[in-house]
């Protein structure tokens, strides 16, 4: 008899537990949400105009011939440089004309040996340089050198391009 019993209590476990795993199985499928499909509309769209026009033909022109002006440069530097002795100031003419769209440092250079002899510093357009005093010492005599224009952007400092022109350096005394 107490065999009966055991047999009972395992059926009658077999049979909670099988309860609760249809009970659980059923539990999921019941709470459980089907995927839907869902409409998104994203970003936003461009509306219609309202108040802009085409920009004129002239208008286009000009602002064309604003680039191309910023694009050019004029440099105007003397060919030659007349110091009456090395370590004072001299005639050395340097311009940045006004219509120029860059700022520019002027450095020369000794073709012989490399040597830089003068630095201008920023010379903003419509500013000249009518005299000025070499950085080095230089013997009396003849020096050719090379003028080394190097335009920058007045707002972020940064370079835009460089032209050279010849120069030559006299030194009287």
Not at 72 to 77: E, L, Q, R, T
Not at 90 to 102: C, D, F, M, S, V
Not at 108 to 132: F, H, V
Not at 136 to 150: E, H, I, N, Q, R
């Amino acid at each position: 008899m107490e065999e009966k019993q055991k047999n009972k209590k395992k059926w009658l476990l077999i049979l909670l537990l099988l309860l609760l795993a249809l009970g659980g199985i059923g539990a999921y499928f019941f709470t459980r949400q089907e995927a839907k499909p869902v409409s998104m509309i994203s970003g936003e769209f461009l509306p219609e105009g309202k108040d802009a026009n085409k920009i004129s033909d002239a208008d286009l022109k000009k602002m064309a011939q604003e680039k191309v002006d910023r694009s050019k440069f004029n440099m105007v530097i003397a060919p030659d440089a007349t110091f009456e002795s090395s370590d004072k100031a001299g005639e050395l003419t340097i311009q940045n004309p006004a219509h120029n769209a860059y700022p520019v440092n002027v450095e020369i250079t000794r073709n012989d040996n490399g040597d830089l002899i003068y630095t201008s510093g920023a010379i903003q357009p419509g500013e000249e340089i009518k005299e000025a005093k070499l950085e080095k010492k230089l013997s009396k005599g003849d020096y050719p050198a090379t003028a080394k224009f190097s335009l920058y952007d007045d707002e972020t400092k940064e370079k835009k391009g460089e032209v050279a022109a010849k120069i030559t350096i006299h030194i009287k005394n």
